[in-house]
């Protein structure tokens, strides 16, 4: 009951983010007759959910030892609208921290090329800077978890930032899917740690395919066969369930691929859970 509640509740308040798709969307990427491939440690965890790609590149480290986001995306999996004013080259991203209609939003504004940041309504000093690369503006995540009171935690050893999001927040494809959202297949022992996306031309479509690298921290061998559920959002929201060979042995590094299933030009974020069979 609680759980049709919280799923009736997200379907009431879902923000349209057409204003960000049209403000912050990536430049389409140059299609070539071979793969143009970027590799990425994965070092964002949503939950329980490896952030494998963000467009237009994934999260990453900057001089500051920051973790920087790219706005669009961080808006899509915090369930978030943002807004740009040109004039200022300010960015606003705002959100209820409530499910209830009268609840008062949460917002953050920040500057390109500033270090001043207001954070529901008080200003202060950032340590790095938001940028501007291929088209879409990175903001360090530490200033969203801030301003929307979201939990953030880093596995010194993994070199994984968690962050902590009240499931109800999350894309309504990942709440709608009952039969994982609750993590009952969720493995401990399989840890993403590496993407690489490859861009390509087919007839005039731009597609892309995606590599996945996991390693396997069982402490034993095993005979079960590991697989990654994979959530797409390009132009459609859906999700893929990719497997690889079983028998893995302890510390060995597992591949996993996608098909030719990902429109690049629209593609959005994907989202990896490793899974137990």
């Known amino acids: 009951m609680v759980f049709s509640q919280m799923k009736k509740s997200l379907l009431i308040v879902l923000v349209p983010v057409l204003t960000l798709l049209l403000i912050f969307a990536s430049s389409p990427p140059k299609l070539l007759a071979a793969p143009v491939s970027e590799s990425s440690p994965i070092q964002l965890k949503l939950n329980q959910y490896y952030v494998a790609y963000t467009a237009p ?51 953050l504004q920040v500057t390109l090329g500033s270090q001043q940041a207001v954070v529901n309504g008080k200003t202060i000093s950032m340590d790095t800077k938001p940028v501007l690369l291929r088209g879409s503006v990175f903001v360090p995540l530490g200033m969203v978890a801030q301003a929307f009171n979201l939990g953030l935690e880093w596995d010194r050893q993994q070199h994984v930032v ?49 590599h996945i690298t996991a390693q ?25 369930d990719l497997t690889a060979n079983p028998n893995q042995t302890p510390g060995a590094n597992l591949g996993f691929d996608t098909k030719n299933t990902i429109l690049a030009n629209s593609l959005r974020y994907v989202l990896v859970e490793p899974c137990k069979s």
Request: hydrophobic share 30%; aromatic share 8%.
């Open 57 to 107: 590149r994934a999260p990453y480290l900057d001089e500051n030892n920051r973790l920087m986001v790219p706005l669009r995306s961080i808006a899509d999996l915090t369930h978030s609208q943002a807004a740009y004013n040109p004039a200022t080259k300010s960015v606003t991203l705002k959100r209820k921290n409530s499910l209830k209609e009268a609840a008062p939003s949460a917002a």
């Open 216 to 240: 396997n921290h069982a402490s034993s061998q095993t005979k079960s066969q590991p697989y990654l559920h994979v959530y797409v959002q390009d132009s459609n929201f859906r999700s893929l």
């Open 162 to 210: 968690t962050l902590r999001e009240d499931p109800a927040y999350l894309p309504s494809g990942i709440v709608m899917d009952e039969l994982y959202f609750f993590g009952q297949h969720t493995s401990t022992t399989l840890q993403p740690t590496r993407s690489k996306i490859e861009i390509y031309s087919e007839k005039g479509s731009g597609l892309a395919r995606l």
